[in-house]
């Protein structure tokens, strides 16, 4: 039986084809498969971000006590260092001031009252020492009897005479060694006895006596005849 739609075109229904179906349903699918893929990649990847920072916090956790013992270990060496460093700069200063306490207790002379004892005992002292810039300087102004003196020792005494302490005070100034500020005196007397004492101050600087080398004389070459004869 043959069938005739005798409605207007516009009436007509019409018919579409299926792939446009199959394309409607495919494309959500393939957007969500895309999208499913892709938060599944992140998701691993930020596991695996997760699990490297964990390994390495348990990483530094481990090697955390061994930081702390190199740490300890290396503020220790440097306080060696420093303490050796200081032995061996104190030691050079011993070994200094006794050639130098040496050199000065030696000058001082004997009494002229009694040539059994020396004209003065020593109560106490100090050294130190005095840059050569400042020692030409204070040459050049008279100070220690105009010498340039590297190291002074200030120090109290006592004698039992003035006249110790004028012999003590030559002895120092007569010598190219040494150069002396004297700053006087005062007169006492023993609590033991009825022998009177002078107590005096004074500061003796010592002349550094380390020889010169003298200066290498420069090489003169030896002179050439013409043609190198």
Do not use: C, H
Not at 6 to 28: C, D, F, N, Y
Not at 77 to 91: D, H, N, P, S, V
Not at 119 to 147: E, F, V
Request: hydrophobic share 40%; aromatic share 6%.
């Amino acid at each position: 039986m043959i069938r005739i739609n005798l409605l207007p075109k516009t009436l007509r229904k019409r018919v579409e084809p299926g792939w446009w179906r199959l394309i409607a349903i495919a494309v959500p699918l393939v957007a969500f498969a895309v999208m499913l893929g892709v938060q599944l990649s992140a998701n691993a990847e930020r596991d695996r971000l997760a699990q490297t920072r964990d390994d390495r916090t348990t990483e530094l956790a481990l090697l955390q006590k061994y930081i702390t013992a190199q740490s300890e270990l290396t503020a220790q060496q440097k306080e060696l260092e420093a303490t050796t460093g200081i032995k061996a700069q104190l030691e050079r200063e011993r070994v200094a001031w006794s050639r130098e306490i040496g050199q000065f207790t030696s000058q001082i002379p004997r009494s002229t009252d009694n040539p059994n004892r020396l004209a003065a005992s020593l109560q106490n002292m100090t050294l130190s020492r005095i840059d050569p810039a400042a020692a030409t300087a204070s040459a050049a102004t008279g100070l220690y009897d105009g010498k340039a003196v590297t190291t002074q020792i200030t120090f109290t005494a006592k004698a039992t005479s003035a006249n110790d302490i004028e012999v003590f005070q030559r002895a120092f100034e007569n010598s190219d060694r040494f150069g002396i500020q004297f700053g006087g005196y005062t007169r006492g007397q023993d609590s033991t006895s009825a022998i009177p004492t002078y107590s005096f101050n004074a500061i003796v600087g010592i002349v550094d006596q380390t020889p010169v080398a003298p200066p290498t004389p420069p090489v003169t070459p030896a002179p050439t005849t013409p043609g190198g004869q």
